[in-house]
Structures are given as C-alpha cells and as structure tokens.
T-cell receptor, first 114, second 112 residues
Framework: AQSVTQPDIHITVSEGASLELRCNYS??????LFWYVQSPGQGLQLLLK??????LVQGIKGFEAEFKRSQSSFNLRKPSVHWSDAAEYFC????????????FGAGTILRVKS | NAGVTQTPKFRVLKTGQSMTLLCAQD?????MYWYRQDPGMGLRLIHY???????AKGEVPDGYNVSRLKKQNFLLGLESAAPSQTSVYFC???????????FGEGSWLTVV
C-alpha cells in the first residue's frame, strides 16, 4: 500500500539557519510528490510539487525539494528560515490509482526560535 | 476566484445528531475528495468522487456518507454523529491525474 513517512514530528531551528524536512514514500509506480504547509487554524497551501523532469524542484517562499528515486525520498529544504515559516508541513504522494488520491504523511511541526 | 468553498466553517453537534458538510468548486474539476485531519495523523481520505454521480470509499469511510449529484458539489453527511468524528474536515478537488489538487479552508466539527 502507498504510504508516506515523515520521521520528525517536531523540529526547532533558529531564525536564519538552514532547514531540511525529511519525507520518505512507498509507491509502486512513478509518484507525484507534494509538500503542503499549514499555519495554525488555516487550510493547506501548496509549496511545491514534482511530477517529472528535473529532480530539484523550486517552490514558493524560497523552498525547494529534491526527488531521489533510489532513496524514495523527497526532502524539503530552505537555506535560511524566517520566523513566519513556523507551521506544520505535510508531504504527500499523489496520482494513486483508482481516483488520483493523495496520501499524506503525519506532518512535521516547525518551530523557529529567535 | 472562489476555488474550493466549504460550509459551514465551524459546527458543534451533540452525539447522535446529523449534519451535512457542503463542498463547492468552481473550477469544473472531475475529482473531489473529503479528508479528515487529526493531530499526529496527517490527513486521511474519507470518500472521494471521480465524476458526477460517482462516489467511492477512502481510508476511513465508516460513519460517513457522500453524494455527488452535481459536478460542482460534493456533500459529506454524518447520519449519527459520534465524539470520534470531532475533527477538521477538508474538501479538495482536481482536474485529474497529474494536476494540482486544491483544498478548501477546512470545517471544524466538534461532537459533544
């Protein structure tokens, strides 16, 4: 069955430091991969997506992610974190057969300390 | 553009009551979904639809029913609400495989 693992439930980084959020997936075919961000009490905002082509994907707000097929990973990175990046981040695998469904990871809560 | 709109945004129900959540999209999307979000569990798929008049079960369908009578609307019903259905519910839609999935802003439901 398709699954997404986000190993880190919480991460705390200092403002201005670099960030990497981990995501591993299990999916039999070529995956569509997504990162969403959710601020408290808000909906989900799409940060970036990978469908095919270049394995390094640029997104909004200065985020990027790299698809590594050999490691079944799609880690999210940002070179310098801002206090406004504090939120919960979800990795998801899409294009799941029988309805193009999204399967989500459990999420990683990012805290930014000043 | 309105995108994906969910109503109501907040609701408190008593155990055993029924209610319907409405999702409307104005993007002419074929696929629509209902997810629930619980702390530490991400979003889990309740039901989905691949077109008008069709529905299918997702990962956690028990206690919910859905209908897609019109292409733009996807209704989620709770026939007899239980405290375990206290959650945040998200509707989503997409044109199809390989396309971005758009989410509504969520509906906060509390069952007491």
């Amino acid at each position: 069955a398709q699954s997404v693992t986000q190993p880190d439930i919480h991460i705390t980084v200092s403002e201005g430091a670099s960030l990497e959020l981990r995501c591993n997936y299990s999916y039999g075919a070529t995956p569509y991969l997504f990162w969403y961000v959710q601020s408290p009490g808000q909906g989900l905002q799409l940060l970036l997506k990978y469908f095919s082509g270049d394995t390094l994907v640029q997104g909004i707000k200065g985020f990027e992610a790299e698809f590594k097929r050999s490691q079944s990973s799609f880690n999210l990175r940002k070179p310098s974190v801002h206090w406004s990046d504090a939120a919960e981040y979800f990795c998801a695998v899409g294009g799941v057969s029988g309805g193009n469904k999204l399967v989500f990871g459990a999420g990683t809560i990012l805290r930014v300390k000043s | 553009n309105a995108g994906v709109t969910q109503t109501p945004k907040f609701r408190v129900l008593k155990t055993g009551q029924s209610m319907t959540l409405l999702c409307a999209q104005d993007m002419n999307h074929e696929y629509m979904y209902w997810y629930r979000q619980d702390p530490g569990m991400g979003l889990r798929l309740i039901h989905y639809s691949v077109g008008e008049g069709t529905t299918a079960k997702g990962e956690v369908p028990d206690g919910y029913n859905v209908s897609r009578l019109k292409k733009q609307n996807f209704l989620l019903g709770l026939e007899s609400a239980a405290p375990s259905q206290t959650s945040v519910y998200f509707c989503a839609s997409t044109r199809g495989s390989g396309n971005t999935i758009y989410f509504g802003e969520g509906s906060w439901l509390t069952v007491v």
